[in-house]
């Protein structure tokens, strides 16, 4: 089984649509993301581009404040004070990297956590880690959801991520442990990265190596969830390789078409979820 991550992040933004469209009709009002894009940085540009697009297209009001490169952080943090006063705006997000100058943890700190929608906030990841109720960083979060195309019960699944960013493989794990699978988390330093792959009944690779992952690295009958997005001779590829190793898994992501397009629909999940936090 391919995982179709285009069909099932249309399948979640159509739903999204509906909710907004009825909220609207009911309360005359509609969520807005406002993104801080600081430089010009061109994979910063296009995720930017294809967030607003994607907002637009569900119902979500966007707005981008752009900065030069030379900002200085004094300046975007009195931006993101007066995001977080503003009654209009549900969602903030700060697309990163940012220049050097800016410091991203006091950006991160300052975004109140009730809009953060991209669940990078302390309190946040503290309430993930914890069981609470909290706003999930988008790619783990799609990552989840293609998953449970593939097995709708966790329980007792031997899960191993490969990645300890806390964009990425840190709530994924966490995710992981909710649905009370059994966790593994390696890494660069891991002694036998692929000895801890072949005993994954899930496997997901966020490490940012292209074709890392090859056919003898995999478990029959597993499920692969590749986050990786990475250039190998002018064409993008992930962290697995995908022709090597689909026939042999019960379910695999494509990259491009798997987890990239639903992180922008959790995205837009999350903005939704901030808007109807704030009404109550
Ligand atoms: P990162 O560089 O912050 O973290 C990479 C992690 O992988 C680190 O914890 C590191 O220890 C580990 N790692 C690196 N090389 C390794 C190796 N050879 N063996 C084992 N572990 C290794 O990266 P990130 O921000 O978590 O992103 C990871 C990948 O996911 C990148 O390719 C990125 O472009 C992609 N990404 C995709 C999406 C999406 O929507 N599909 C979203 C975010 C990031």
């Known amino acids: 089984m391919i995982i179709d991550g285009k069909r099932e992040a249309k399948?979640?933004?159509?739903?999204?649509?509906k909710e907004i469209s009825v909220l609207k009709s009911k309360l005359s009002k509609i969520p807005n993301l406002t993104v801080i894009l600081v430089g010009k940085f061109v994979p910063s540009e296009i995720y930017v581009k294809n967030k607003v697009k994607m907002s637009e297209e569900v119902g979500i009001n966007s707005k981008v404040i752009r900065y030069p490169e030379s900002v200085s952080e004094e300046e975007v943090l009195k931006k993101i004070e007066e995001l977080n006063r503003d009654t209009d705006v549900s969602g903030i997000l700060v697309q990163l990297p940012l220049p050097k100058q800016i410091n991203?943890?006091?950006?991160?700190n300052l975004i109140d956590p009730t809009k953060d929608v991209d669940g990078f906030h302390p309190i946040n990841v503290g309430n993930l880690a914890s069981g609470s109720k909290s706003i999930i960083p988008c790619t783990p979060l799609g990552c989840l959801k293609l998953?449970?195309?593939?097995?709708?019960?966790?329980?007792g699944k031997h899960a191993v991520i490969i990645g300890r960013s806390n964009l990425n493989g840190k709530p994924m794990a966490q995710l992981l442990l909710r649905e009370n699978c059994t966790v593994t988390v390696a890494h660069s330093k891991t002694n036998d990265l692929r000895d801890e792959c072949v005993k994954a009944d899930i496997l997901v690779a966020a490490a940012g190596v292209p074709q890392l992952v090859k056919k003898d690295w995999v478990k029959e009958n597993s499920i692969i969830i590749d986050v990786g997005i990475n250039k190998l001779d002018n064409k993008i590829v992930g962290d697995v390789h995908f022709d090597g190793v689909k026939d042999k898994v019960k379910a695999i992501t494509p990259v491009p078409g798997g987890v990239g397009p639903m992180t922008i629909a959790c995205l837009l999940k999350n903005t939704l979820e901030c808007f109807k936090a704030h009404l109550t």
């Open 147 to 155: 998953i449970k195309k593939a097995e709708k019960n966790l329980e």
């Open 11 to 17: 399948v979640l933004r159509d739903q999204i649509k």
């Open 104 to 108: 991203k943890e006091k950006i991160i």
